[in-house]
């Protein structure tokens, strides 16, 4: 086989959904808007860590981001259901613009209060988990059906990119100009997003009864994950997943300045770490194509989590921690992103916006309150100290779940066959 064959066989493999216009535009609108989201993570924790020397205030910082995801995404998942996705997202990144040229005047002026940014935290909370089911919900309708495995993971690798790419172009800002230049960025990434939106042509909507109330549609795509024995079984895991070793942002910048001397940028070496170990993963994953690898990989992601934020806590210089901090991303990312697929693959197109919200509801929820929770932890006992006793409780989660049939049999031979009841 020539090199350029060999190149066209790895492309249409691992990137064959780019092959699709309207998919490219949504990939760079999402690579966009998930840089400036994990950018204002950082340029966030930095700044209040900075303000308040307190890993407590990061933490209600984050939990004010993040808490939206525990409330919002139902109606939003309704919302993407019912209109066209493609308009709510331009308006949604059109109100992101606006809400982050906010916070960076307030921060230039020199008239920010650890308040402001708690509360804009909390408003661009709510619109991100308005946008989460409106994107997972159209992304999919924009490549052919046996393209879809392939979108979904290749939409994950886009997120977890972004991871590294956000944090990489703030931490010279942060480490020369300071925080509100960092937030100026943000603006112009999602002002990038709502351009490349626009240009989206493909019209997608999925289908709401009109002759039933809103909880009554609400409850169909409640009622196909928890009706599906698999479905349920894996989104407990994903749950206790997000709960026991991803809620690490809050700990992040008091670990940064114990590992590595405290510096501003410190934070965004963290995560770019993070994000390069995730981008990596993910797009590996993105051309496996057999079932039964996906499951086996689930198992091995999931262990690998834990193990990699053992390592961290572990750490005792910054060569360590980033080499720690590279795996547990690269494993979080490869377990969020097998789950992501598994699940999309199952849910059928009708109620697709509804049950991603679900999804992310449970995502959104523990991450926002462990946050919260590790915060206030890692101020008593250290961040190190909580870390390995939630990493370690999650090793013992993901033995427990070989006990469950479905779980085992997706882990082993890749069945995604409905175990348990499936709702209509």
């Known amino acids: 086989m020539s090199l350029i ?10 990137f064959a959904a780019l092959a699709y216009r309207d998919y490219r535009t949504m990939w760079v609108a999402t690579m966009s808007a998930g840089g400036a989201a994990w950018a204002l993570i950082v340029a966030r924790g930095t700044l209040v860590f900075t303000m308040s020397s307190s890993s407590s205030w990061v933490g209600l910082v984050t939990f004010a981001a993040m808490i939206p995801m525990f409330f919002v995404p139902p109606m939003a998942g309704l919302f993407a259901d019912r209109w066209d996705r493609k308009k709510m997202l331009a308006w949604i990144f059109g109100f992101q613009v606006i809400t982050n040229a906010l916070l960076a005047a307030l921060v230039l002026s020199g008239e920010v209060e650890l308040w402001h940014i708690a509360v804009l935290s909390l408003v661009n909370g709510i619109i991100r988990a308005g946008q989460m089911p409106a994107a997972q ?15 979904v993971a290749l939409n994950a690798a886009t997120q977890n990119t972004s991871r590294l790419l956000g944090p990489m172009l703030i931490a010279p800002l942060l480490a020369t100009v300071g925080a509100g230049w960092a937030f100026v960025l943000c603006t112009v990434l999602y002002s990038i997003a709502l351009v490349m939106i626009t240009r989206i042509r493909t019209v997608s909507t999925g289908v709401v009864d009109t002759q039933r109330g809103a909880v009554e549609n609400l409850m169909a795509g409640l009622n196909f994950m928890y009706g599906h024995t698999l479905l349920r079984q894996l989104v407990i895991l994903m749950v206790l997943h997000c709960a026991l070793v991803m809620a690490v942002e809050s700990m992040i910048p008091v670990l940064s300045q114990e590992r590595l001397g405290g510096a501003e940028a410190s934070f965004a070496y963290f995560m770019m770490a993070e994000g390069g170990g995730a981008m990596i993963t993910v797009v590996g994953i993105a051309g496996v194509q057999s079932e039964k690898n996906r499951g086996r990989l689930l198992l091995w992601m999931g262990l690998v989590s834990g193990l990699g934020n053992l390592g961290l806590a572990a750490s005792r210089n910054m060569t360590i921690a980033l080499i720690a901090a590279a795996v547990m991303g690269g494993a979080q990312g490869g377990f969020m992103t097998l789950t992501a697929v598994i699940i999309q693959s199952i849910v059928p197109d009708s109620i697709r916006g509804r049950v991603s919200s679900i999804y992310l509801l449970h995502i959104g929820g523990m991450m926002a309150i462990f946050n919260l929770v590790n915060g206030n932890l890692a101020d ?3 961040a190190p100290t909580v870390l390995a006793v939630t990493s370690t409780a999650f090793i013992g989660v993901l033995a427990m779940s070989l006990g469950l049939t479905p779980l085992r049999a997706l882990y082993f031979t890749g069945s995604r066959t409905a175990l348990g009841p499936q709702a209509a």
């Open 137 to 151: 919900a159209l992304g999919p309708n924009l490549v052919p059906r046996d393209k879809l495995e392939n979108a």
């Open 5 to 14: 064959e060999a190149g066209r066989h790895t492309s249409s493999r691992f």
């Open 380 to 382: 008593v006992y250290g």
